[in-house]
């Protein structure tokens, strides 16, 4: 809580100081913390690997955009059933993948993103293909439209928050201690009397419902989405956030997602080659500090110390 | 008639591609236990770096022969650098091949841009006649190179003193150690030979198929698919599931619509993950629950 407090006057800040491009920067950070929260919960704590995370956020977004121009219906309405949508979804696909494990797993959830992807962009008469879907409403709160950076970033920090907490509430709950359990060993966990599948499944589609979340905010906040930001390139960008913070862990993984993210700022001048060094981000994290960015500077400052008393103490 | 027999022509010519990643994937995952991500960017480098020496100016041997020695040392290099710190780890493995995959792209997009690029044919562009089926003669050096190549990697594994080394590590890395066996030499090994593979069925590709920085994601996740048809782990499982994967999409290509065609290749990948994860010829434990 004392650090959710915090969060709070840190943002209040961004907001008082009325600097647009900060407070922009800040709103893309919520966006992809709640699908990063996802799949660390998944990844970090229930130990099952996701490369088609983007999908879930992609179908959170198309969802509700074509809802909400299919039937004019509150955007509030088109939200909560796209986010719906995208949890049952995600439970679907875990109860056909997760008899999978390791690289099948991988791969099969790979291949599911891909298509989902595809599908965006083959599938025109819904999905609008290439050119996407444009128009899409914003967010209303008692007759005020957050359209603006500074009108949303309340929500959306709102939603991240809540989801921070909620997950660390989980993963500190006795369910969480089953998930590190199904992460170790499924076998042991099972003669527990843990359900493997089933709190795999679930733990799917609730990572699911933070990503569709993620997605469904997007999509109402930009007022148009294409296929390319849901493409295997977010999954493996998620995948980078997630393991910057080590996997499991929450704070860790907003951390991850806010490199990530100020990283892509600094790196923009540079176009496309950015991915050269996402990706050998991705293999230095993973070599020298498996359980986070933090960690592995904090180690790296240990050892430091110890180098520096050791070199003043004579003899 | 003819026309069932050029579809079947064209899905050998793609299949023998596939075939040959997938071969790939099984060197690296016998001796690292580890499923290579980044596999089918080699065959992207490959044939970028080869289109690349040409047009420095070496002849087209030359070319092709200095891209796929350097594509071969690179895996050697990637395997010293990033895969072997990190040990037997599955999901460390997986993301670490993956952050190679993305790097080599982006390496390939700061020195070939986001272009698509073809290699100049072997052998010139006129179509040859076999009874009624015309193909293009580089569809002969894809099919030709590709055997020569696997039978020359069947001699190599069965018949010398490395191959079997490498079996040997294959089957039993600690046993083999205890022989006298260096398994890290097998490792670079391992990458060397798929990398160079890799590299191989990207040039001999490139003159049909244009190739970009990330044409290596599908060629990657179809040579995955000819490894899992085959039975994980088994070169000759790889090679006929390939060749099966590439005739299918030739025939549904044919006889649905081109859209299908990529389709074609994750539907037979969920369908033999569930129904059959051991493949055809394979006995692959630890698949399923």
Same mark, same amino acid.
């Given at each position: 809580?004392?650090?959710?407090?915090?969060?709070?006057?840190?943002?209040?800040?961004?907001?008082?100081?009325?600097?647009?491009?900060?407070?922009?920067l800040?709103v893309?950070?919520?966006?992809?913390?709640?699908?990063?929260?996802?799949?660390?919960l998944?990844?970090g704590?229930?130990?099952?690997?996701?490369?088609?995370?983007?999908?879930?956020?992609?179908?959170?977004?198309?969802?509700?955009?074509?809802?909400?121009?299919?039937?004019?219906?509150?955007?509030?309405?088109?939200?909560?059933a796209?986010?719906?949508?995208?949890?049952?979804?995600?439970w679907?696909?875990?109860?056909?993948?997760?008899?999978?494990?390791?690289?099948?797993?991988?791969?099969?959830?790979?291949?599911?993103?891909?298509?989902v992807?595809?599908?965006?962009?083959?599938?025109?008469?819904?999905? *609008?293909?290439?050119? &996407? %879907?444009?128009?899409?409403?914003?967010l209303?709160? !008692? #007759? /005020?439209?957050l359209? +603006?950076?500074?009108?949303?970033?309340?929500?959306?920090?709102?939603?991240?928050?809540?989801?921070?907490?909620?997950?660390?509430?989980?993963?500190?709950?006795?369910?969480?201690?089953?998930?590190?359990?199904?992460?170790?060993?499924?076998?042991?966990?099972?003669?527990?009397?843990?359900?493997?599948?089933?709190?795999?499944?679930r733990?799917?589609?609730?990572? *699911?419902?933070?990503? &569709? %979340?993620?997605?469904?905010?997007?999509?109402?906040? !930009? #007022? /148009?989405?294409?296929? +390319?930001?849901?493409?295997?390139?977010?999954?493996?960008?998620?995948?980078?956030?997630?393991?910057?913070?080590?996997?499991?862990g929450?704070?860790?993984?907003?951390?991850?997602?806010f490199?990530?993210?100020?990283?892509?700022?600094?790196?923009?001048?540079?176009?496309?080659?950015?991915?050269?060094?996402?990706?050998?981000?991705?293999?230095?994290?993973?070599?020298?500090c498996?359980? &986070? %960015?933090?960690?592995?500077?904090?180690?790296?400052?240990?050892?430091?110390?110890?180098?520096a008393?050791?070199?003043?103490?004579?003899? | 008639?003819?026309?069932?027999?050029?579809?079947?022509?064209?899905?050998?010519?793609?299949?023998?591609?596939?075939?040959?990643?997938g071969?790939?994937?099984?060197?690296?995952?016998?001796?690292?236990?580890?499923?290579?991500?980044?596999?089918g960017?080699?065959?992207?480098?490959?044939?970028?770096?080869?289109?690349?020496?040409?047009?420095?100016?070496?002849?087209?041997?030359?070319?092709i022969?200095?891209?796929?020695?350097?594509i071969?040392?690179?895996?050697?290099?990637?395997?010293?650098?990033?895969?072997?710190?990190?040990?037997?780890?599955?999901?460390?493995?997986?993301?670490?091949?993956?952050?190679?995959?993305?790097?080599?792209?982006?390496?390939?997009?700061?020195?070939?841009?986001?272009?698509?690029?073809?290699?100049?044919?072997?052998?010139?562009e006129?179509?040859?006649?076999?009874?009624?089926v015309?193909?293009?003669?580089?569809?002969?050096?894809?099919l030709?190179?590709?055997?020569?190549?696997?039978?020359?990697?069947?001699?190599?594994?069965?018949?010398?003193?490395?191959?079997?080394?490498?079996?040997?590590?294959?089957?039993n890395?600690?046993?083999?150690?205890?022989?006298?066996?260096?398994?890290?030499?097998?490792?670079a090994?391992?990458?060397f030979?798929?990398?160079?593979?890799?590299?191989?069925?990207?040039v001999?590709?490139?003159?049909?198929?244009?190739?970009?920085?990330?044409?290596?994601?599908?060629?990657?996740?179809?040579?995955?698919?000819?490894?899992?048809?085959?039975?994980?782990?088994?070169?000759?499982?790889?090679?006929?599931?390939?060749?099966?994967?590439?005739?299918?999409?030739a025939?549904?290509?044919?006889?649905?619509?081109?859209g299908?065609?990529?389709?074609?290749?994750?539907?037979?990948?969920?369908?033999?993950?569930?129904?059959?994860?051991?493949?055809?010829?394979?006995?692959?434990?630890?698949?399923?629950?």
């Amino acid at each position: 809580m004392k650090g959710a407090a915090l969060l709070v006057v840190a943002l209040a800040a961004v907001v008082l100081s009325g600097n647009g491009y900060l407070m922009n920067l800040v709103v893309v950070t919520a966006l992809f913390a709640l699908p990063a929260l996802g799949l660390s919960l998944l990844m970090g704590y229930t130990g099952q690997i996701s490369l088609g995370h983007a999908a879930f956020v992609g179908l959170g977004a198309y969802g509700t955009a074509i809802l909400v121009r299919a039937t004019g219906l509150s955007p509030w309405l088109t939200m909560a059933a796209a986010i719906a949508l995208t949890t049952l979804c995600a439970w679907a696909i875990g109860w056909l993948v997760f008899r999978l494990r390791g690289h099948h797993l991988a791969m099969a959830t790979l291949a599911f993103g891909i298509i989902v992807h595809v599908a965006t962009v083959e599938w025109r008469s819904i999905t *609008g293909g290439q050119d &996407g %879907l444009s128009a899409i409403p914003s967010l209303e709160v !008692l #007759g /005020y439209r957050l359209g +603006s950076d500074a009108a949303i970033l309340p929500l959306v920090w709102l939603a991240c928050i809540v989801a921070m907490l909620l997950a660390q509430n989980l993963v500190r709950s006795p369910a969480g201690y089953a998930m590190r359990a199904v992460a170790e060993n499924e076998a042991v966990a099972a003669s527990l009397g843990i359900a493997p599948e089933r709190i795999k499944r679930r733990i799917m589609a609730l990572s *699911g419902l933070y990503a &569709g %979340l993620g997605g469904a905010l997007y999509a109402h906040y !930009l #007022g /148009y989405i294409s296929p +390319s930001p849901f493409d295997v390139g977010f999954s493996i960008k998620l995948l980078l956030m997630v393991a910057l913070g080590g996997f499991a862990g929450i704070w860790s993984v907003l951390f991850g997602v806010f490199f990530v993210v100020m990283t892509g700022e600094a790196l923009k001048p540079l176009g496309q080659y950015d991915v050269i060094l996402y990706g050998a981000l991705l293999v230095i994290v993973m070599i020298w500090c498996p359980r &986070g %960015l933090l960690n592995g500077l904090e180690l790296l400052w240990r050892a430091i110390a110890v180098h520096a008393r050791a070199a003043r103490t004579p003899g | 008639m003819t026309e069932l027999a050029q579809y079947l022509a064209s899905g050998l010519v793609v299949g023998a591609i596939y075939g040959l990643i997938g071969i790939g994937f099984t060197a690296v995952y016998n001796v690292t236990g580890i499923v290579n991500f980044s596999q089918g960017d080699f065959a992207s480098l490959g044939a970028l770096a080869a289109i690349g020496f040409l047009a420095f100016g070496m002849p087209l041997a030359a070319a092709i022969a200095a891209a796929v020695l350097l594509i071969g040392l690179l895996g050697v290099l990637i395997e010293r650098v990033a895969i072997r710190p990190v040990g037997n780890d599955v999901l460390r493995g997986i993301v670490i091949t993956i952050g190679v995959g993305v790097a080599l792209q982006g390496i390939a997009v700061l020195i070939w841009g986001t272009d698509a690029y073809a290699l100049r044919a072997f052998s010139g562009e006129r179509p040859i006649d076999l009874g009624g089926v015309t193909v293009p003669p580089q569809a002969l050096w894809v099919l030709g190179t590709a055997a020569a190549l696997m039978a020359l990697l069947y001699i190599f594994f069965m018949r010398t003193y490395l191959g079997k080394a490498f079996r040997a590590c294959a089957l039993n890395a600690y046993a083999a150690s205890l022989m006298g066996i260096p398994t890290r030499t097998m490792r670079a090994v391992g990458f060397f030979i798929s990398a160079f593979s890799g590299a191989i069925a990207g040039v001999i590709v490139a003159p049909i198929a244009f190739m970009q920085y990330d044409s290596g994601i599908f060629l990657g996740i179809k040579g995955f698919v000819a490894c899992i048809i085959g039975g994980f782990g088994n070169p000759i499982g790889a090679a006929l599931g390939g060749l099966l994967l590439g005739l299918l999409e030739a025939l549904a290509t044919g006889y649905l619509s081109s859209g299908y065609k990529n389709a074609i290749a994750f539907v037979v990948l969920l369908a033999f993950l569930f129904v059959r994860p051991s493949g055809i010829l394979g006995e692959l434990e630890d698949v399923r629950r």
